[in-house]
Nanobody
Framework: QVQLVESGGGLVQAGDSLRLSCAPS????????MGWFRQAPGKEREFVVT????????YYADSVKGRFTISRDNAKNTVYLQMNNLKPEDTAVYYC???????????????WGQGTQVTVSS
């Protein structure tokens, strides 16, 4: 069974940076769009950013635009989320997802990772 394995979460202070990674276990996912979503306690899962198969198209949530950067290395079968100038409101479980469409909707993604916790202290 294909899996998405996330890593890179942790506890940081406001203003710090983190880089999340997502590595699908199947190389065929190089042809898929990859997205990051997050869910804070007591809130619904929300869209963060997505990237198409080639890396040529990206969409960001307004709340992270200018601070977060998504990229992918298809040779390494890995997607990255560079998060700079982190804020306490970025605290959430971050999920990597794979799907056929470069979409802000979680319904467009067929496979999800287990999530990685990001906690930003003030």
């Amino acid at each position: 069974q294909v899996q998405l394995v996330e890593s890179g979460g942790g506890l940081v202070q406001a203003g710090d940076s983190l880089r999340l990674s997502c590595a699908p276990s199947d190389s065929t996912f190089r042809s898929y769009s990859m997205g990051w979503f997050r869910q804070a306690p007591g809130k619904e899962r929300e869209f963060v950013v997505t990237i198409n198969w080639s890396g040529g198209t990206t969409y960001y949530a307004d709340s992270v635009k200018g601070r977060f950067t998504i990229s992918r290395d298809n040779a390494k079968n890995t997607v990255y989320l560079q998060m700079n100038n982190l804020k306490p409101e970025d605290t959430a479980v971050y999920y990597c997802a794979a799907g056929g469409a470069t979409s802000r909707s979680s319904r467009s993604y067929d496979l999800w990772g287990q999530g990685t916790q990001v906690t930003v202290s003030s």
